[in-house]
Every structure is written in C-alpha cells, then in structure tokens.
C-alpha cells in the first residue's frame, strides 16, 4: 500500500524516526563504544544479541571494525595515523565524509588484527553479521516501507544517515574541533553543545578521552549523559554491570599532611587535579593581575589568558608568544604557571610512591612558601586529597 499499514500523522512519522534513530545510538554508545570498546560494562548475552541484531538491521556495521577503528583513534589520536582527525584531514572532510574515512580504515586488515580482538565471533557473526552485513539494512527498508509506505523510505533514508553524519561526522569532527575543554589532554577533543539525547551523551568527548574506560562520560553537574541514565536503568534490571567509571578526588577535612594515598589519588586524578588547579590558581590570580594592570598589560594578560591553562603540547606558536608576552610581564602569574609545570612533571616521570611522595612534599612547602594565596590554599588542600575508591570500580 501507498501509505502502508500504519497510517499516522506527519507528526507519528517524525517521532517513528526518531525513536528508531535514538534505539541506533543507544545501540552505538552502550554496546560498541562503552561495552565492547572500552569494556567499561559488561552485559547481559540477551542483550548484547539485541544490540548486535539492531545495529545489523539499522546501520550494516560490523562489531570488529568499528571496534578495532575507535581503538586505533585513540592509540594515535590526532597523529598521520588517525583514522578521523580533522586536524589532519580537515574539519570539512571529516564532516561530510566521515563514514568514507570509516570504510577506507575498515579495509585495512592490520588494523582489524591489531585493534579488534576481543569481539564477539559467533556463528551468527561469522555467516551473517559480518558475511551479510547489507541484508540487515536492506531487510530494515523493506520492514518500514510494508509499514508506513512512501514514508516509511523517507525514514529509512533518515536511519541510514543518522550514524554517518551524527558518530563519523560530528563526534569525530567537531569534538575534536570546536567546544569547550574540562580537562587538558594531550589531545585536541572537546565537549559540543548539549545535545546528549540525540547523540547518546558522546557530545562529551573530552571528558571521554580523558577517561575513556569510564562507563560514564559526564563530569560537570550540568552535563547530562542520557547513555549512562540508560545504564543504570540497565543496572537495576540485572542486564548490565558497571566495570568502571573515572575516578574522582575526594578532599579528607581531618587530613594534616601528604601520605601515599595522597601521592596515589594525585596521579590516578591527575586530570582533576589540574583542572581545579586553573580554576583555583590560574584563573584567580590572573583576575587579581588584570584589576592591577595598566591597559597594555590589560591586553597581553587577556591575550594569553587561553594558553595560561592549556597542555602545552596543543599550543602552536601564536599561542606560546601570547604565553611568554603574558608571563613576562606579571611575576605572580610566571610563578604559578611554574608550579603548574612542575606539578605535572611528577606524574610524568616514572618513580616510585615513595620518589613521588617527596617530590609532592616539596612541592608544597615551596608552594606554601610562595607568598601567593591561591598557590598557598591549593598546596594545603592537597594534604587533603584522596581517592573515592568506590568511583573506580564497581
């Protein structure tokens, strides 16, 4: 029939595509990304055959590639190697050809040896996923064409672009493009606008990157993942296991001096611990310094008030000469941004607790010695930091 055997208003149509499309990313962020790829859950077998049937008949996708090329992004994250990096092959191209960049990746066979195991390889992903990974989607026309008509292929073309343009296309574009940043990785990736229900909470891409083995990918009170809302409903229905999720800081008020579970809770959080040491040192001291400049020191503070807090491996080399112009002429922002460097390059020498611990203990000593308040609250705050263990596994 012209219109099928559901006939609905325009209305009925729209929310149909929608709910199909939102199943697909629930599909992609639960099962591929979170599940298989970064193992942060497990799931119930059930459920990961639904999840494997939805994304045949929704998307033509095979589990190992897909798998093996997100794990391939984030080994070689913005390198020549990077199967999808605006900032090697463009933002435009990643954009509108994000899912030709997919399918040349998938076609590399090493890449599928190296990244992909691990993945399930079952009869039915041997003879039919993977064998005949087209049939699904032609079976899923054919399905909404019997059931809504003319409309039904107009939703058809919506499910077939909804992947390609939402996941290949402004996951791999713009988050790691344009957006804002909660934590400095050495990577260009970035959180877009709140636009988690259609995207599944994958907007948050870099807190994802700076934790990628979190089953949950928010981190701000104002951000909202609806990936892991679906989790824990998921959870209470004994159908998923958290494995793990990113570890947070817990400040101990009663706390007097730096022990090792301090040194470990700074290395293991170290990405929370910077951040709040540019909101709490940077930031505040940079406020303090443009109050007291003249005009011309004004504008060389706010010149390099963005590279004050970025990871130095991402700066080019306006941004370092804005830094340099902004450190020369404020001491007390020079200072602090010193102590940055040297807190992070505790972690990123390999030493034992104990190496560590002393590397911290003078750290602070020196930082309370400072004469800056900020550095000097943040140092005696840092006696009090631990691990919330219960955030690290569960």
Known sequence: MLYGYLQLPWWGYVLVALALTHATIVTVTLFLHRCQTHRALDMHPLLQHFFRFWLWLTTGMVTQEWVAIHRKHHAKCETLEDPHSPHVYGIKKVMLEGA???HAESMHPETMAHYGHGTPDDWLERHVYSRHNLMGVTLMAIIDAALF???????WAVQMIWIPFWAAGVIN????YRGYRNYETTDGST???????IIGGEEMHNNHHAFPSSAKFSMRPWEFDIGWMYIRMLQ???LVRIKK???RPLFVANKDKLDVDTARAVVVGRLHLMANYARQVMLPVLQEELHKADDSCRRLLKQGRRALVREESRMDERARMRLASALESCESLNTVYQFR????ALWSRTQATDKLLGSLQEWCVQAEASGIRALQEFAR?????????TAVSR
């Open 191 to 197: 959180n877009v606008s709140p636009i988690g229900i």
């Open 381 to 389: 705050d840092l006696r009090g930091y631990s691990l919330d263990k």
């Open 236 to 238: 209470a229905l004994r």
């Open 149 to 155: 008509g003319v409309y039904g292929i107009a939703i």
């Open 173 to 176: 574009g713009l988050g790691h």
């Open 245 to 247: 999720v990113a570890p």
């Open 341 to 344: 460097l040297r807190l992070q």
């Open 100 to 102: 030709e960049l997919y």
